[in-house]
């Protein structure tokens, strides 16, 4: 987005349209969004569950399942100081890129790993795949660095153990480690603490905002959790229904909302620092994505929705210092983003 330069940029996305093609019709899973990612920073993506967090994570390295197709749009990974588009990439370069440079962690750890294969083969054969290591015996050695790394006792023993043998919480950690284990450049977290207990999702944060620090990792986490978000986050955009509504620093996100949408969501969680009787809920549902609603998406759900909400798509309009809103209670009262951005 422009006037936020200072920073290096690591992913731009630009205008991305992602349609998922059924028997139904035409699912319009993501239109219009852009956000920039820099490098070094933790950006979130949330949303209810079925806005579109995952798609467009996977957008990032080219592997939308089918029946889904990028249909407009760019991915820009600055690479090297070249700036490649993902989505004109072939497969082969895309197999040096997809986890090695850019890597992900699910989110259901049990989903990652094969159940075949003990966990330190599976680890060590991400890094012969990508060369990081020049056979298994290299690999099973690093591998065994990799879960000391994400704190698992007896890393030793557990390298030679199935995935069934371990606890979610270790699954997960070994997810990490295999994440880890090519040195990336951007981590991808997409809910990684969702098929946790509420012990071990802490821990696990607090391993993963170590190993950012440690590392300098970029990390691109993926949640509808605002607590995750306030822990975790620098900037934070927020999806509904396929549409980025606001993009902002976290600290003013949650301290000066401005999309509906956002402040709905705000509401509906609880505050210890405050005293509430009851809290809030957005009322309706979410839209039937084969036939969006006209103009907002969200304006079937919001309380200050006008004629031109129902009939206009409001473009992204700068409301800060790096603050975006897409929202028509905000024209005129700030500056107005080019729609490709």
Request: aromatic letters at 6%; a neutral charge.
């Given at each position: 987005?422009?006037?936020?330069?200072?920073?290096?940029?690591?992913?731009?996305?630009?205008?991305?349209?992602?349609?998922?093609?059924?028997?139904?019709?035409?699912?319009k899973a993501i239109?219009?969004?852009?956000?920039?990612?820099?490098?070094?920073?933790?950006?979130?993506?949330?949303?209810?569950?079925?806005?579109?967090?995952?798609?467009?994570?996977?957008?990032?390295?080219?592997?939308?399942?089918?029946?889904?197709?990028?249909?407009?749009?760019k991915v820009i990974?600055?690479?090297?100081?070249?700036?490649?588009?993902?989505?004109?990439?072939?497969?082969?370069?895309?197999?040096?890129?997809?986890?090695?440079?850019?890597?992900?962690?699910?989110?259901?750890?049990?989903?990652?790993?094969?159940?075949?294969?003990?966990?330190?083969?599976?680890?060590?054969?991400?890094?012969?795949?990508?060369?990081?290591?020049?056979?298994?015996?290299?690999?099973?050695?690093?591998?065994?660095?990799?879960?000391?790394?994400?704190?698992?006792?007896?890393?030793?023993?557990?390298?030679?153990?199935?995935?069934?043998?371990?606890?979610?919480?270790?699954?997960?950690?070994?997810?990490?480690?295999?994440?880890?284990?090519?040195?990336?450049?951007?981590?991808?977290?997409?809910?990684?603490?969702?098929?946790?207990?509420?012990?071990?999702?802490?821990?696990?944060?607090?391993?993963?905002?170590?190993?950012?620090?440690?590392?300098?990792?970029?990390?691109?986490?993926?949640?509808?959790?605002?607590?995750?978000?306030?822990?975790?986050?620098?900037?934070?955009?927020?999806?509904?229904?396929?549409?980025?509504?606001?993009?902002?620093?976290?600290?003013?996100?949650?301290?000066?909302?401005?999309?509906?949408?956002?402040?709905?969501?705000?509401?509906?969680?609880?505050?210890?620092?405050?005293?509430?009787?009851?809290?809030?809920?957005?009322?309706?549902?979410?839209?039937?994505?084969?036939?969006?609603?006209?103009?907002?998406?969200?304006?079937?759900?919001?309380?200050?929705?006008?004629?031109?909400?129902?009939?206009?798509?409001?473009?992204?309009?700068?409301?800060?210092?790096?603050?975006?809103?897409?929202?028509?209670?905000?024209?005129?009262?700030?500056?107005?983003?080019?729609k490709s951005e």
């Amino acid at each position: 987005m422009s006037g936020e330069v200072q920073r290096e940029p690591l992913i731009e996305v630009e205008n991305l349209y992602v349609y998922f093609y059924t028997y139904a019709g035409v699912v319009k899973a993501i239109e219009d969004v852009s956000f920039t990612i820099y490098k070094g920073e933790t950006f979130c993506l949330v949303g209810e569950t079925g806005c579109g967090k995952t798609v467009v994570s996977r957008t990032l390295t080219n592997i939308v399942p089918p029946p889904g197709r990028i249909v407009k749009g760019k991915v820009i990974y600055h690479r090297d100081g070249e700036e490649v588009n993902i989505i004109k990439l072939s497969e082969e370069e895309l197999r040096n890129i997809r986890g090695r440079e850019i890597a992900y962690i699910i989110q259901d750890p049990s989903a990652a790993l094969d159940p075949l294969y003990v966990v330190g083969y599976q680890i060590a054969e991400t890094m012969v795949d990508h060369g990081t290591v020049k056979d298994f015996k290299e690999g099973f050695g690093r591998a065994v660095r990799l879960l000391k790394e994400v704190l698992i006792p007896d890393p030793e023993r557990r390298v030679k153990a199935y995935p069934h043998e371990l606890s979610g919480g270790m699954r997960q950690r070994v997810v990490i480690s295999m994440g880890l284990s090519n040195e990336p450049k951007l981590l991808i977290a997409d809910e990684p603490t969702s098929y946790l207990d509420v012990t071990v999702q802490a821990q696990v944060l607090d391993l993963l905002r170590e190993l950012k620090r440690k590392k300098g990792l970029t990390v691109l986490l993926i949640t509808h959790d605002m607590g995750v978000v306030a822990e975790m986050c620098e900037r934070v955009a927020v999806l509904y229904a396929g549409n980025i509504v606001e993009v902002a620093p976290v600290d003013e996100l949650f301290k000066r909302p401005k999309h509906p949408y956002t402040v709905g969501l705000l509401r509906a969680v609880p505050n210890p620092l405050t005293e509430i009787e009851k809290l809030e809920s957005i009322p309706g549902t979410v839209p039937n994505l084969i036939k969006p609603p006209s103009g907002c998406r969200f304006h079937p759900r919001c309380p200050h929705a006008t004629e031109k909400c129902r009939r206009e798509k409001p473009p992204l309009i700068r409301v800060g210092p790096s603050h975006y809103v897409r929202c028509w209670l905000y024209a005129g009262r700030g500056e107005e983003v080019a729609k490709s951005e």
